[in-house]
Nanobody, 123 residues
């Protein structure tokens, strides 16, 4: 079992920045690929970013490329999502997730999910 706890969400103005953190416990963190998804009201869950267990491979959803950066610190069992140049359309609940194997764009392939953290970007 893996427990994931997100933090760092909040309210920010358009153009601002936030950094989300996700602390993992319960299993060897360094063996897991990690991802961030988000879901806005009335919309499907969307892939935001993923990172391999080594941190050497990252990938991003098209809507956040060039603005968001995913990273991990295996010594701290934590994955981060640095979000810059935020837009109102980035408003959503952001979920941290984990899976064995490689990064996936598909939400159902992640077996472990956090409770989510709200990010609201005002215009």
């Amino acid at each position: 079992q893996v427990q994931l706890v997100e933090s760092g969400g909040g309210l920010v103005q358009a153009g601002g920045s936030l950094r989300l953190s996700c602390a993992a416990s319960g299993r060897t963190f360094s063996s897991l690929a990690m991802g961030w998804f988000r879901q806005a009201p009335g919309k499907e869950r969307e892939f935001v970013a993923g990172i391999s267990w080594t941190g050497g491979i990252t990938d991003y959803g098209d809507s956040v490329k060039g603005r968001f950066t995913i990273s991990r610190d295996n010594a701290k069992n934590t994955v981060y999502l640095q979000m810059n140049s935020l837009k109102p359309e980035d408003t959503a609940i952001y979920y941290c997730n984990a899976r064995d194997g490689s990064i996936s764009f598909k939400a159902y392939e992640y077996g472990y999910w956090g409770q989510g953290t709200q990010v609201t970007v005002s215009s």
